[in-house]
Nanobody, 127 residues
Framework: QPQLVESGGGLVQPGGSLTLSCAAS????????IFWFRQAPGKNREAISC????????HYADSVKGRFIISRDSANNTVYLQMNDLTPGDTAVYYC????????????????????WGSGTLINVSS
């Protein structure tokens, strides 16, 4: 069962950038897509990005497309989320999660049926 630890959260000014890390350990990661979710105060948890098990394909929610970049370092079992041009609307707790896949080159934020979660890291975008 994979274990996930997020890091890199904090306070950032509007327009700023931040990069989150998700360190994964455990069995089966070679066949797991990795997702980033976020949950803002009073809102439902939202899948915002994913990277395929192969690391070759990515997918983004419209809310972050063009501003966020997900990447995967399979050698070190770490997934990154580079976040640019942040706005107060990006304030949330950010979680990474794993999804078992049969096709290692696919993932979609429209099918976020994940099975293991990290504990989250808080991003606060404020001046």
């Amino acid at each position: 069962q994979p274990q996930l630890v997020e890091s890199g959260g904090g306070l950032v000014q509007p327009g700023g950038s931040l990069t989150l890390s998700c360190a994964a350990s455990g069995e089966g990661l070679d066949y797991d897509a990795i997702f980033w979710f976020r949950q803002a105060p009073g809102k439902n948890r939202e899948a915002i990005s994913c990277v395929s098990a192969s690391g070759t394909n990515t997918h983004y929610a419209d809310s972050v497309k063009g501003r966020f970049i997900i990447s995967r370092d399979s050698a070190n079992n770490t997934v990154y989320l580079q976040m640019n041009d942040l706005t107060p609307g990006d304030t949330a707790v950010y979680y990474c999660a794993t999804k078992s896949t049969f096709v290692r080159t696919l993932c979609s934020v429209r099918t976020p049926t994940v099975h293991d979660w990290g504990s989250g890291t808080l991003i606060n975008v404020s001046s």
